[in-house]
């Protein structure tokens, strides 16, 4: 986890909300909501941080953010 990378809520009914960390400080997170409305800062867990949105054994993941990949680059046609 780096700071300004952005994840994605994993479960189904929030509505793909996402946040981008701030800062990181020991197992913490400081973390702003992204979207529409005021931009709300909070901690979270990093144990809340995962890289996909599956788990080991190929499980969708209910709970916590998954990080959202960069755009890839289009070649140009």
């Not at 990378?5 to 960390?21: G, K, M, N, S, T």
């Not at 702003?32 to 800062?41: C, F």
């Not at 144990?47 to 998954?66: E, K, M, V």
């Amino acid at each position: 986890m780096t700071e300004d990378q952005v994840y994605e809520a994993c479960h189904p009914l929030d509505e793909q909300r996402r946040i981008r960390i701030l800062a990181v400080t020991g197992n913490r997170a400081e973390v702003e909501t992204l979207g529409p409305g005021p931009a709300r800062k909070r901690d979270i867990l990093l144990n809340s941080l995962h890289p996909t949105a599956t788990t080991a054994n190929g499980q969708p993941r209910r709970t916590g953010y998954r990080l959202v990949e960069p755009p890839t680059e289009r070649s140009p046609k």
